[in-house]
Protein backbone atom coordinates (compact mmCIF):
# COMPACT_ATOMS: atom_id res chain seq x y z
CA UNK A 1 0.00 0.00 0.00
CA UNK A 2 1.23 2.95 -0.83
CA UNK A 3 2.71 5.72 1.54
CA UNK A 4 0.86 8.35 0.47
CA UNK A 5 -2.58 7.22 1.57
CA UNK A 6 -3.87 7.12 4.95
CA UNK A 7 -4.62 3.75 6.20
CA UNK A 8 -7.93 3.13 7.76
CA UNK A 9 -9.57 1.15 10.39
CA UNK A 10 -10.45 -1.54 7.53
CA UNK A 11 -6.90 -1.47 6.08
CA UNK A 12 -5.27 -2.34 9.27
CA UNK A 13 -8.80 -4.90 9.87
CA UNK A 14 -7.52 -6.50 6.46
CA UNK A 15 -3.87 -6.49 7.54
CA UNK A 16 -4.32 -7.97 10.85
CA UNK A 17 -6.65 -10.40 9.08
CA UNK A 18 -3.90 -11.63 6.75
CA UNK A 19 -1.75 -12.15 9.59
CA UNK A 20 -4.61 -13.62 11.80
CA UNK A 21 -4.90 -16.68 8.61
CA UNK A 22 -0.79 -17.20 8.61
CA UNK A 23 -0.37 -17.01 12.47
CA UNK A 24 -3.19 -17.03 14.62
CA UNK A 25 -4.50 -14.96 17.38
CA UNK A 26 -0.90 -14.34 18.02
CA UNK A 27 0.32 -13.01 14.86
CA UNK A 28 -2.55 -10.44 15.30
CA UNK A 29 0.25 -7.98 17.13
CA UNK A 30 0.96 -3.97 16.90
CA UNK A 31 4.31 -3.67 15.27
CA UNK A 32 4.04 -6.83 12.81
CA UNK A 33 0.57 -5.55 11.09
CA UNK A 34 2.44 -2.04 10.98
CA UNK A 35 5.44 -3.46 9.18
CA UNK A 36 3.05 -5.16 6.83
CA UNK A 37 1.68 -2.00 6.12
CA UNK A 38 4.40 -0.14 5.69
CA UNK A 39 3.45 2.40 8.75
CA UNK A 40 4.06 3.49 11.94
CA UNK A 41 2.84 1.99 14.92
CA UNK A 42 2.12 5.15 16.52
CA UNK A 43 0.22 5.52 13.45
CA UNK A 44 -1.91 2.59 14.65
CA UNK A 45 -3.35 4.46 17.82
CA UNK A 46 -4.81 6.99 15.79
CA UNK A 47 -7.44 4.21 14.84
CA UNK A 48 -7.56 1.60 17.75
CA UNK A 49 -7.15 1.69 21.47
CA UNK A 50 -5.00 -1.39 21.68
CA UNK A 51 -3.82 -5.07 20.20
CA UNK A 52 -7.53 -6.86 21.27
CA UNK A 53 -9.55 -3.59 19.23
CA UNK A 54 -7.34 -5.09 16.25
CA UNK A 55 -8.09 -8.16 17.03
CA UNK A 56 -12.15 -7.91 17.12
CA UNK A 57 -11.89 -5.73 13.91
CA UNK A 58 -10.20 -8.80 12.21
CA UNK A 59 -12.29 -11.57 13.22
CA UNK A 60 -15.61 -8.28 12.25
CA UNK A 61 -13.86 -8.57 8.67
CA UNK A 62 -13.61 -12.56 8.91
CA UNK A 63 -16.87 -12.87 9.56
CA UNK A 64 -18.42 -10.08 7.22
CA UNK A 65 -16.43 -11.36 4.28
CA UNK A 66 -16.17 -14.78 4.28
CA UNK A 67 -19.86 -15.70 6.31
CA UNK A 68 -22.36 -12.37 6.21
CA UNK A 69 -21.70 -11.88 2.33
CA UNK A 70 -21.48 -15.11 1.29
CA UNK A 71 -24.33 -15.83 2.79
CA UNK A 72 -25.94 -12.99 1.10
CA UNK A 73 -25.10 -14.15 -1.96
CA UNK A 74 -26.31 -17.48 -1.82
CA UNK A 75 -29.87 -15.96 -0.56
CA UNK A 76 -30.09 -15.27 -4.61
CA UNK A 77 -30.50 -18.64 -5.47
CA UNK A 78 -33.85 -20.26 -5.61
CA UNK A 79 -32.78 -24.09 -5.70
CA UNK A 80 -31.56 -25.33 -2.85
CA UNK A 81 -29.51 -27.87 -4.16
CA UNK A 82 -27.84 -25.39 -6.42
CA UNK A 83 -26.97 -23.42 -3.62
CA UNK A 84 -25.56 -26.13 -1.26
CA UNK A 85 -23.33 -26.89 -5.04
CA UNK A 86 -22.28 -23.60 -4.85
CA UNK A 87 -21.49 -22.96 -1.52
CA UNK A 88 -19.53 -26.23 -1.38
CA UNK A 89 -17.28 -26.08 -4.34
CA UNK A 90 -16.87 -22.16 -2.80
CA UNK A 91 -15.71 -23.47 0.22
CA UNK A 92 -13.64 -26.35 -0.96
CA UNK A 93 -11.62 -23.86 -3.63
CA UNK A 94 -11.40 -21.25 -0.94
CA UNK A 95 -8.25 -22.53 0.79
CA UNK A 96 -7.59 -20.16 2.77
CA UNK A 97 -10.98 -20.05 4.21
CA UNK A 98 -10.98 -23.36 5.82
CA UNK A 99 -7.71 -23.23 7.21
CA UNK A 100 -8.34 -20.01 8.57
CA UNK A 101 -11.97 -21.17 10.42
CA UNK A 102 -10.22 -24.59 11.23
CA UNK A 103 -7.27 -22.23 13.01
CA UNK A 104 -9.74 -20.18 14.71
CA UNK A 105 -11.82 -23.43 15.70
CA UNK A 106 -9.08 -25.40 17.36
CA UNK A 107 -6.17 -23.07 18.20
CA UNK A 108 -7.15 -20.10 20.12
CA UNK A 109 -7.62 -19.70 23.72
CA UNK A 110 -8.61 -15.98 23.57
CA UNK A 111 -12.42 -15.45 24.29
CA UNK A 112 -13.00 -13.04 21.72
CA UNK A 113 -11.70 -15.41 18.82
CA UNK A 114 -13.79 -18.10 20.47
CA UNK A 115 -17.24 -16.11 19.95
CA UNK A 116 -16.50 -15.26 17.06
CA UNK A 117 -15.84 -18.48 15.95
CA UNK A 118 -18.80 -20.05 17.74
CA UNK A 119 -20.99 -17.83 15.71
CA UNK A 120 -19.46 -17.98 12.83
CA UNK A 121 -20.03 -22.07 12.90
CA UNK A 122 -23.41 -21.46 14.16
CA UNK A 123 -24.48 -19.24 11.29
CA UNK A 124 -23.07 -21.38 8.41
CA UNK A 125 -24.41 -24.53 9.72
CA UNK A 126 -27.76 -22.78 9.94
CA UNK A 127 -27.38 -22.05 6.55
CA UNK A 128 -26.35 -25.32 4.77
CA UNK A 129 -29.14 -26.97 7.35
CA UNK A 130 -32.00 -24.57 6.16
CA UNK A 131 -30.97 -25.90 2.68
CA UNK A 132 -31.05 -29.74 3.43
CA UNK A 133 -34.30 -28.68 5.02
CA UNK A 134 -35.43 -27.17 1.58
CA UNK A 135 -34.45 -30.25 -0.36
CA UNK A 136 -37.17 -31.86 2.31
CA UNK A 137 -35.25 -33.82 4.85
CA UNK A 138 -36.56 -33.93 8.43
CA UNK A 139 -35.37 -31.20 10.68
CA UNK A 140 -32.77 -33.97 12.84
CA UNK A 141 -31.75 -35.28 9.66
CA UNK A 142 -31.24 -31.67 7.80
CA UNK A 143 -28.83 -30.76 10.77
CA UNK A 144 -26.75 -33.81 10.97
CA UNK A 145 -26.42 -33.68 7.31
CA UNK A 146 -25.40 -29.82 7.68
CA UNK A 147 -22.95 -31.15 10.52
CA UNK A 148 -21.29 -33.62 7.84
CA UNK A 149 -20.95 -31.23 5.38
CA UNK A 150 -19.14 -28.57 7.81
CA UNK A 151 -17.08 -31.26 9.08
CA UNK A 152 -15.90 -32.45 5.31
CA UNK A 153 -14.75 -28.45 4.65
CA UNK A 154 -13.15 -28.19 7.63
CA UNK A 155 -11.58 -31.66 7.32
CA UNK A 156 -10.67 -31.05 3.54
CA UNK A 157 -8.85 -27.41 5.02
CA UNK A 158 -6.77 -29.88 7.29
CA UNK A 159 -6.14 -32.75 3.76
CA UNK A 160 -5.52 -29.76 1.46
CA UNK A 161 -1.84 -29.44 1.74
CA UNK A 162 -0.89 -32.97 1.36
CA UNK A 163 -3.72 -34.99 0.03
CA UNK A 164 -6.47 -33.01 -2.07
CA UNK A 165 -4.68 -31.19 -5.37
CA UNK A 166 -6.51 -27.78 -6.76
CA UNK A 167 -7.35 -29.95 -9.55
CA UNK A 168 -9.60 -32.56 -7.43
CA UNK A 169 -11.72 -29.88 -5.91
CA UNK A 170 -14.89 -30.35 -8.66
CA UNK A 171 -14.33 -34.28 -8.35
CA UNK A 172 -14.13 -33.85 -4.58
CA UNK A 173 -17.07 -31.53 -4.20
CA UNK A 174 -19.38 -34.15 -6.12
CA UNK A 175 -18.77 -37.09 -4.31
CA UNK A 176 -19.30 -34.75 -1.29
CA UNK A 177 -22.48 -33.89 -1.98
CA UNK A 178 -23.52 -37.63 -3.93
CA UNK A 179 -24.45 -38.99 -0.57
CA UNK A 180 -27.24 -36.69 0.28
CA UNK A 181 -29.01 -37.02 -3.03
CA UNK A 182 -27.14 -33.72 -5.18
CA UNK A 183 -26.11 -34.49 -8.35
CA UNK A 184 -23.13 -33.38 -9.88
CA UNK A 185 -22.50 -30.30 -11.78
CA UNK A 186 -22.84 -30.07 -15.57
CA UNK A 187 -19.88 -29.89 -16.87
Known amino acids: MPRTARL ?3 DWAAAALDALAEGGPSAVAVEPVAARLG ?68 ASD ?10 VTRRRLDVIEAAFAELGHPPDLARHYAMVSYSAFLG ?8 ISPEDTHAYVDAALAPFGIPPRAP
Open 39 to 106: ASKSSFYWLFENRQALLEAALERWERLQTEAVVAGLAEIPDPAERLRRLVHGAFAATGAGDLALRLLT
Open 110 to 119: EPAVRAVAAR
Open 156 to 163: AAALRRVA
Open 8 to 10: TRD
